[in-house]
C-alpha cells in the first residue's frame, strides 16, 4: 500500500495564531494518511479574500488556521481504501469531496452535496503540538497538506500549476455561476455587478458560453478595464451612472437575462434584480455578512418571473468541471492566466493580504 510505514513529516506552512495577527510561517506535522486521505505536495496556491477573513476572525474562532485553499499539486501517498487517485497524480484541491450517499447526490445533484467532508485526522504545530484549523479544510500554504482523497481532482498535468489551483475556488466560483447556476446560453444577454476576481470570472464562463452581450458593472475604471480583456463588451461604471438604467438601455430597455451578482449586499442584489428582464434569471454569488437584510415588493418578486437563485461554489462538480477547464485553457479557449496578477513565496503572504486593498491584483499566488 502507497504511504504505508513512512512517518509523519515536518513542512513549513502559513498559520493565522490568533484574530487580526499578522500570519508567519510555521514549521508543522503531516500526519500519514489515513483510510480514505491523501498528502499533496503543494505545488502553487492562490491568495482568496477568504484566508484574509479566517485570519480576521470572521469566520471561526478555531485558531490556529492554516491558510490556503485555492491550490494543485501532486500527490504524494494515498489511504487505505483510495482508488480515485495515485501518487504522482496532478490535481487540483477542492473543498468540497462529495459524500455519494446524501439526499442530493442519491438524487444525482451531487454538487449541492450536503455531507462533504475533509481528512479527518489533524495537522498540528510541530512547536506545541496544537492542532490546526485548515481553511476550508483544504490548508494550502504549506509544502504538504493532508486531504480528503475525494478533495483531489486530477487534471492535465501539463497546465501549470499556478494557474491550475485558482480553479479550485474563485475563479470556479465566477465560471460556474454563469455556465452551472445562472445556465447562460448563446446568445444571452448577460450583466455582472462586481468585477473582481469571481465578477471576472463569470465574465469569463459568460464569454466561453456564447452570450451575447456582456455588461460589466463595477465602481472602479481600472476592474472594468480587466473585465473587458475577460470578455465584456460593455461596461458602466455605477457610480457615475444608475446600472439598472444603463443596463436596460443596453438591451433594448428590458434588462439582461441573466444578472450576476458578484458582491454581496442588498443594495447591489437589488441593481441585479431589477436590471433583469422578465422571467430573467439573478445569480447571486457574492457573500453577505450575517447582519445584512434584503427588502423587496413581493409584487414584484412575483410580478417579474423567472428566478432568483444563489451559487455555491459556482454549483460545480470538481470531477466534472476541473479538467474541463484546463482542458478548454490548455486549448487557448479560456485564459486562466490573465487571473494571475503575481507569484510570490510562502513569506509574503501577510503582504498580499495588504496588496488585497489596493483594488490592482487579481490574485497574487504562492509558488513553492
Ligand atoms: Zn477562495
Ligand atoms: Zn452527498
Request: charged content about 20%; overall charge negative; hydrophobic content about 40%.
Amino acid at each position: 500500500m502507497e504511504g504505508a510505514g513512512t512517518m509523519a513529516q515536518e513542512v513549513r506552512g502559513v498559520i493565522a495564531p490568533g484574530k487580526d495577527e499578522p500570519v508567519r510561517v510555521e514549521t508543522i506535522v503531516v500526519p500519514d494518511p489515513g483510510p480514505g486521505e491523501a498528502v499533496v505536495q503543494v505545488q502553487a496556491c492562490g491568495v482568496c479574500h477568504t484566508d484574509l477573513h479566517y485570519k480576521q476572525g470572521g469566520i471561526s474562532d478555531d485558531y490556529p488556521f492554516l491558510l490556503g485553499h485555492e491550490a494543485a499539486g501532486v500527490v504524494e501517498s494515498v489511504g487505505e481504501g483510495v482508488t480515485d487517485v495515485a501518487p504522482g497524480d496532478f490535481v487540483i484541491l477542492n473543498w468540497r469531496a462529495v459524500c455519494g450517499q446524501c439526499r442530493a447526490c442519491l438524487r444525482g445533484r451531487p454538487w449541492y452535496c450536503f455531507d462533504t467532508h475533509n481528512a479527518d485526522q489533524k495537522m498540528t504545530l510541530a512547536s506545541t503540538g496544537q492542532e490546526l484549523s485548515p481553511a476550508l479544510g483544504i490548508g494550502a500554504f504549506a509544502e504538504k497538506t493532508l486531504v480528503a482523497a475525494g478533495q483531489c481532482t486530477k487534471v492535465d498535468p501539463s497546465v501549470s500549476a499556478q494557474v491550475a489551483g485558482l480553479l479550485g475556488c474563485g475563479v470556479m466560483a465566477g465560471i460556474g455561476a454563469a455556465i452551472n447556476t445562472g445556465q447562460v446560453g448563446r446568445g444571452d444577454t448577460v450583466a455582472v455587478i462586481g468585477c473582481g476576481g469571481v465578477g471576472d470570472a463569470a465574465i469569463a464562463g459568460a464569454n466561453l458560453a456564447g452570450a451575447a452581450k456582456i455588461i460589466a458593472v463595477d465602481i472602479d475604471d481600472r476592474k472594468l478595464e480587466t473585465a473587458r480583456s475577460m470578455g465584456a463588451t460593455h461596461t458602466v461604471n455605477s457610480r457615475e451612472t444608475d446600472p439598472v438604467e444603463a443596463i436596460r438601455e443596453l438591451t433594448g430597455g428590458f434588462g439582461a437575462d441573466v444578472v450576476i451578482e458578484a458582491v454581496g449586499r442588498p443594495e447591489t442584489y437589488k441593481q441585479a434584480f431589477y436590471a433583469r428582464d422578465l422571467a430573467g434569471t439573478v445569480v447571486l454569488v457574492g457573500v453577505p455578512t450575517p447582519e445584512m437584510k434584503l427588502e423587496l415588493p413581493l409584487l414584484d418578486v412575483f410580478g417579474r418571473g423567472g428566478a432568483l437563485k444563489s451559487s455555491w461554489y459556482g454549483d460545480c462538480l470538481p470531477s466534472r468541471d476541473f479538467p474541463m477547464l484546463i482542458d478548454l485553457h490548455l486549448q487557448g479557449r479560456l485564459d486562466l492566466g490573465a487571473f494571475v496578477t503575481e507569484t510570490i513565496g510562502l513569506t509574503d503572504v501577510e503582504k498580499a493580504f495588504e496588496r488585497m486593498h489596493g483594488g490592482d491584483v487579481l490574485r497574487s499566488v504562492v509558488v513553492l
